[in-house]
């Protein structure tokens, strides 16, 4: 009886602790979900506006790349001004500086202008994601992390999707789009900082090694810049191209809505499959299809009110999106301990140089061939690298099943993937952040 009793009593001690785990979870889920919201209105927005300013294709591309330089200057200072002043300060702070920028697009309304407040914000982003992923790895026992960063990854995706209807809530042209992403970025202050202060250590990243982890991983370093370049376009110029194919506001939110729904949908499927049948005959599969949905979007200038166009803005993001998670979890097959965090951070950076890249690469492509030069560049991306993919199939064999890690999806952002490894410690290293 008495084991019974303390056995009670222990379950009933573990559920009070769980709580406040739960609590905090929720609350940044919660946080990052409105940071999205805000973000990803801004995105479409800005392109929208600019083609309405009557901006010339390159000088949109350029403006949508500085974000992704941001992006990448962002991943260098963030974890270090976490460790100095803490996660909480320091996402109430890059929150704050967003919001502001976010009216700034507003008030100045000139591509030099957009082009440093999109370096900014891209700095900015990369920071608030980089404490939200940090505090997500190292708070949540290594047993369940692969379920919360699934979790994550689909509050992620579906605040993207979400986001893009608000740009019908009022004129691209006016100010009224600029406050509601400047309210969304500030709200999502809010459920964190009414946590408790304090918080677990960042991840020391590590750039080196580069070469190293191509020599691991050729397919997955290849992958993550494809995914960076296809989808850095996609993000960047896919509203300057629906809005030149003559859609509507409400046909602009939708064709970019959908693409991440397509994401959200086929991103487990297709990681299913890969534990399955290994991660490169998906990857390949995923790539050939992304190609084939490209140049039908190509046919798809030609009929924008179709609803063929939309099903396979569907399917463009669902297979070319989730190439990320694949190359993490083909990475992830061949890596050891000691090479997590150069994997982890050089994976981050490759696909940080391809998203930077993509845009304005695509932007070019549109100059010359107009608005199906958007797809006819992604197509040509995604189609090298069913070649280069079919080459390596030829030089190395597959991972034998038993030895693969269990795929989890994961977002093209920071670190999430780095503790899902099975060497993996299940803390993320780093000083603990001051309350």
């Not at 403006?63 to 990448?72: H, L, P, R």
């Not at 039908?296 to 070319?320: H, K």
């Not at 958007?374 to 070649?387: N, Y």
């Amino acid at each position: 009886m008495a084991e019974v009793v303390a056995e009670a009593e222990s379950r009933s001690v573990g559920a009070v602790r769980a709580a406040p785990s739960l609590l905090s979870l929720s609350a940044l889920l919660l946080g990052v979900a409105i940071l999205v919201l805000g973000n990803g209105l801004q995105g479409t927005l800005l392109g929208v506006r600019a083609g309405t300013e009557g901006m010339a294709a390159d000088t949109i591309g350029l403006i949508m790349s500085a974000y992704f330089v941001g992006y990448a200057v962002g991943s260098f200072l963030a974890p270090p001004l976490v460790e100095r002043v803490g996660h909480i300060r320091t996402f109430a702070a890059l929150a704050s500086i967003a919001s502001a920028i976010a009216l700034a697009h507003a008030m100045f309304v000139d591509p030099a202008a957009w082009t440093l407040l999109r370096v900014a914000h891209g700095a900015c982003y990369a920071g608030l994601i980089m404490v939200v992923e940090s505090w997500i790895n190292a708070s949540t026992d290594q047993r369940y992390r692969g379920r919360v960063l699934a979790t994550y990854s689909v509050v992620l995706y579906a605040a993207w999707a979400l986001s893009q209807p608000l740009l019908n809530l009022a004129p691209p042209t006016g100010f009224v789009l600029f406050c509601i992403v400047s309210i969304c970025l500030s709200l999502a202050l809010v459920p964190i900082a009414l946590m408790r202060a304090g918080g677990p250590g960042v991840i020391a990243a590590s750039r080196r090694g580069l070469g190293r982890l191509y020599e691991i991983s050729p397919v997955g370093v290849a992958g993550a810049l494809v995914v960076g370049l296809v989808t850095g376009a996609l993000w960047g110029m896919g509203p300057t191209f629906a809005q030149r194919i003559g859609l509507s506001d409400a046909g602009i939110s939708a064709f970019m809505g959908l693409t991440m729904l397509g994401a959200l949908a086929l991103q487990w499927p297709l990681g299913w499959l890969s534990d399955y049948v290994g991660r490169r005959p998906v990857m390949l599969g995923a790539c050939l299809a992304a190609g084939t949905a490209s140049l039908a979007l190509v046919w798809g200038v030609e009929r924008p009110s179709s609803p063929l166009l939309y099903a396979l803005s569907f399917l463009f993001g669902g297979f070319s999106i989730t190439m990320y998670s694949l190359a993490i979890a083909h990475v992830n097959d061949h890596i050891e301990a000691d090479e997590l965090i150069a994997a982890a951070s050089g994976l981050v950076l490759v696909y940080g140089v391809g998203a930077a890249l993509g845009p304005f690469s695509a932007s070019l492509a549109m100059g010359h061939l107009g608005p199906s030069g958007l797809f006819l560049f992604t197509a040509t991306i995604l189609f090298g690298f069913v070649a280069f993919d079919i080459y390596r199939m030829l030089r190395r064999g597959p991972v034998p099943r038993a030895v693969r890690e269990t795929f989890v999806g994961v977002p093209s952002t920071t670190h999430a993937s780095l503790p899902l490894h099975k060497h993996g410690t299940g803390r993320a290293p780093g000083k603990r952040a001051p309350g």
